[in-house]
């Protein structure tokens, strides 16, 4: 039966467009509507229903890896958790919830697996586990561990297994994902701006007391500027790879003034590193190098002269409030990194758990806002360890097979992992979506490296 709708004319066409390079845009629209709208429950309903759909019927899951990366776009709610938990949201899942379910256990026994080696399964696996025994014997081990243990094994090996298992090794999956990451920093960076129309007056300070407000439903302004600044190098990768990639560096401008406005000195860093390095790398390699060394060129101009113009204006001191007053001071992260030391000395060999710091120092930040002293303090030696471990493995990764394109798409990983030492980045699922979906497709990309090289040795051979 399943043949026979999949053979449908309409269930085709409709499966031809999802394959398409047009659908991620179109589903980054999708998702700024939803999210423009305050919709989210029903962009959940819908982005699902589309993931279900891909399970059900094409040929190949990659549609669906576009849809996981782009439906938490839709998130508008702040910190009202009520809000997904109200008599409609649990009427979503329990409807929609296992059709989304049924279509992944119907992929699993109704097509072809692709064989994948599932190289770093088993890190994945240990600093999942970690995850879940951290604290275990301490005073301060609560449900919000599990809670928290389980968000995040979802993202980071959930992710990992349902793709590695069902999305097939094609020759252009790394610029697939570029683009994905591309569309989801435009729609960020026009989510940033759709917050500052809603709720910015004219004239009021751009201080850390407008920082502070800076919420966009599914993350906070440290952590949308950061996201960000993670996605920076897929464009780059686009920049390099395509023949028009120079068209691109509208997405860099955009995105960059938007990491900028989200007032996040560390994403500000981090994005300027990625954006200097990726012009300076696309000036001298790849696609259109006059045209990459004209456009940086004339970005570094313009930037100049409206550096110049605001200050003639008067409005240069106005637009660096925040960063002028809050310079190099820590934001009170050396306290929280002393107070979770100490925490790490009541049980150092499996930590306390996650819920710890807020037992201990109530209205505090939940999180230590560095991954390191995070799994340090949460889950002791053995899980910084174990994390460890995987963080050796994607090392290996990238060294065994060394390829300057799985570079580029790969420092969206580096700059992630790098955001997360001052920041709770590596702990928030959206993040872990996308960690596990590049780790994949930079590693099957690597495998279909080598299936070419046997195929062109056999025939050599011949």
């Excluded at 409807?95 to 088993?122: C, D, M, N, Q, W």
């Excluded at 037992?359 to 999180?367: A, C, H, K």
């Excluded at 390191?372 to 030696?381: A, D, E, R, V």
Aim: aromatic share 14%; proline share 3%.
């Amino acid at each position: 039966m399943l043949e026979k709708i999949r053979n449908n004319k309409t269930v085709a066409a409709i499966c031809a467009f999802l394959d398409s390079p047009l659908f991620p845009a179109v589903l980054g629209a999708a998702a700024l509507l939803f999210y423009i709208l305050a919709l989210p429950m029903l962009g959940l309903v819908a982005f699902g229903l589309v993931f279900a759909f891909v399970f059900f019927f094409c040929d190949d899951t990659r549609p669906a890896l576009a849809v996981a990366l782009l439906a938490f776009l839709t998130l508008r709610y702040k910190y009202d958790v009520g809000a997904y938990l109200s008599t409609s949201a649990i009427v979503c899942y329990c409807v929609f919830g296992p059709v989304v379910l049924a279509s992944i256990v119907v992929r699993f026994f109704a097509y072809e697996t692709p064989k994948h080696k599932h190289s770093l399964l088993f890190g994945l696996v240990l600093m999942c586990a970690a995850l879940f025994i951290g604290g275990a014997f301490s005073d301060y081990y609560r449900m919000h561990n599990i809670y928290n243990a389980l968000a995040l094994t979802g993202g980071f090996c959930g992710v990992y297994l349902l793709f590695s298992y069902t999305l097939k090794h094609r020759e252009d999956n790394l610029l697939y994902i570029a683009r994905i990451c591309t569309i989801a920093l435009c729609v960020i960076a026009v989510q940033v701006l759709d917050f500052y129309i809603r709720e910015y007056t004219m004239g009021t300070p751009l201080d850390a007391i407008w920082k502070s407000k800076i919420l966009l439903g599914w993350g906070i302004s440290n952590l949308v500027g950061e996201m960000s600044a993670m996605l920076f190098p897929a464009v780059f990768y686009l920049i390099y790879k395509e023949n028009r990639g120079y068209l691109y560096y509208l997405a860099v401008v955009v995105g960059y003034v938007a990491v900028y406005f989200t007032l996040g000195r560390n994403a500000l860093i981090c994005s300027s590193c990625v954006v200097l390095v990726g012009i300076v790398v696309n000036c001298f390699v790849g696609q259109n190098r006059k045209a990459n060394a004209c456009i940086a060129v004339t970005i570094l101009v313009v930037g100049l002269m409206v550096v110049l113009s605001l200050k003639e204006a008067g409005k240069l001191k106005f637009l660096l409030a925040f960063f002028s007053k809050a310079k190099l001071d820590d934001n009170g992260r050396f306290k929280i990194w002393k107070e979770y030391i100490e925490m790490f000395k009541e049980n150092p060999v499996l930590g306390v758990g996650f819920a710890a710091h807020r037992i201990l120092y109530p209205g505090e930040p939940l999180n230590a806002h560095n991954t390191l002293l995070q799994m340090l303090s949460s889950t002791g030696i053995v899980g910084l360890a174990l994390y460890l471990f995987h963080r050796f493995q994607t090392v290996v990764l990238f060294v065994k097979k060394p390829s300057f394109e799985r570079l580029f798409v790969g420092s969206c990983l580096i700059t992630g992992v790098i955001a997360s030492l001052l920041d709770p980045l590596f702990f928030r699922t959206y993040f872990t979506i996308y960690y596990a979906a590049l780790l994949l497709v930079i590693e099957k990309s690597s495998e279909y490296d080598d299936r070419k090289t046997n195929l062109l040795h056999q025939k050599q051979k011949k």
